[in-house]
């Protein structure tokens, strides 16, 4: 299974972007999700969905301004970022999971800088 992440960027404060993750080796997945990690610090979560497209749920940090769902093609998952601002500033991965709460697969990450 290989999970390619790409749309990362450097956009203006208040701009956005849109992630998009492409899937293979595996026809479906229980869930895929984003994560992202700053400098020095740890690694968060920022949005899920189920692999059917149902459930889409953002952490409280991107609600408003960030919308995850399935893409147009049936092996991808998009991000879309708006109202981007400096903390949002991380490499952004993908992953993947076979069941709940246990994401097994990662993208090799990309990275998003906003400047302010």
């Known amino acids: 299974v290989q999970l390619q992440a790409s749309g990362g960027g450097l956009v203006q404060a208040g701009g956005s972007l849109m992630l998009s993750c492409a899937t293979s080796g595996r026809t479906s997945f229980y869930a895929m999700g984003w994560f992202r990690q700053a400098p020095g610090k740890e690694r968060e979560y920022v949005a899920s969905?189920?692999?059917?497209?149902?459930?889409?749920h953002v952490a409280d940090s991107v609600k408003g301004r960030f919308t995850i769902s399935r893409g147009f093609a049936e092996n991808t998952v998009n991000l879309q970022m708006n109202s981007l601002n400096s903390d949002d500033t991380a490499v952004y991965y993908c992953?993947?999971?076979?069941?709940?709460?246990?994401?097994?697969?990662w993208g090799q990450g990309t990275q998003v800088t906003v400047s302010s």
């Open positions: 969905i189920a692999w059917s497209g149902v459930n889409p």
């Open positions: 992953a993947a999971s076979a069941r709940s709460n246990s994401w097994k697969w």
